[in-house]
T-cell receptor, first 116, second 116 residues
Framework: AQSVAQPEDQVNVAEGNPLTVKCTYS??????LFWYVQYPNRGLQFLLK??????LVKGSYGFEAEFNKSQTSFHLKKPSALVSDSALYFC??????????????FGRGTQLTVWP | EPEVTQTPSHQVTQMGQEVILRCVPI?????FYWYRQILGQKVEFLVS????????KSEIFDDQFSVERPDGSNFTLKIRSTKLEDSAMYFC??????????????FGPGTRLTVL
């Protein structure tokens, strides 16, 4: 069965420091992985995705994520956090094969707080 | 930038009543989805819709639920007889048609449904 785990409900980091939001997944076949961010009263906004190719993918707002197949992880990173990065972050996965329209499986979300 | 919109932002209803949640997907998108998030839980897939028919539905999407694309712009989720456990945030999403690719889904801001 497909599943996503975000082991940390909250991540707190000081502005200017690097941040990491963790995600591990379980999926049959090749995974397609996504990160979304949710600001208060807004929908889920797409940040980045891994489909194939380079394990390090870059996305919006300076975020990047590293796909690690052996560890089944897709951690979200940013070298220097901003206060405006404070939001709820969701990792999601879908199956790479046999799935026609892309049902996503989400993690519980990680609340990122960046302190000034 | 085009966005998925949803109305209403908050719906309060009595148990047993019918509700219709409305979504306007991005205009050139052809795949549509509904997800929901019960407070404190994961975002869960409900249903996907393409070419005027349901493509996939989850175990949550029972006979009480239905979806419709009544015209060229709206995509609706109907719950025929609401239960207390239907209280959740409901997200609509859409995705463009692109053969052989796995596009990200674009989410609306959600409708918070409260069943009393």
């Amino acid at each position: 069965a497909q599943s996503v785990a975000q082991p940390e409900d909250q991540v707190n980091v000081a502005e200017g420091n690097p941040l990491t939001v963790k995600c591990t997944y379980s999926v049959s076949g090749n995974p397609y992985l996504f990160w979304y961010v949710q600001y208060p009263n807004r929908g889920l906004q797409f940040l980045l995705k891994y489909i194939t190719g380079d394990n390090l993918v870059k996305g919006s707002y300076g975020f990047e994520a590293e796909f690690n197949k052996s560890q089944t992880s897709f951690h979200l990173k940013k070298p220097s956090a901003l206060v405006s990065d404070s939001a709820l972050y969701f990792c999601a996965v879908r199956e790479g094969r046999g799935s026609t329209l892309g049902r996503l499986y989400f993690g519980r979300g990680t609340q990122l707080t960046v302190w000034p | 930038e085009p966005e998925v919109t949803q109305t209403p932002s908050h719906q309060v209803t009595q148990m047993g009543q019918e509700v219709i949640l409305r979504c306007v997907p991005i205009s050139n998108h052809l795949y549509f989805y509904w997800y929901r998030q019960i407070l404190g839980q994961k975002v869960e897939f409900l249903v996907s819709f393409y070419n005027n028919e349901i493509s996939e539905k989850s175990e949550i999407f029972d006979d009480q639920f239905s979806v419709e694309r009544p015209d060229g712009s709206n995509f609706t989720l109907k719950i025929r007889s609401t239960k207390l456990e239907d209280s959740a945030m409901y997200f609509c999403a859409s995705s463009p048609l692109q053969r052989g690719s796995y596009n990200e889904q674009f989410f609306g801001p959600g409708t918070r449904l409260t069943v009393l």
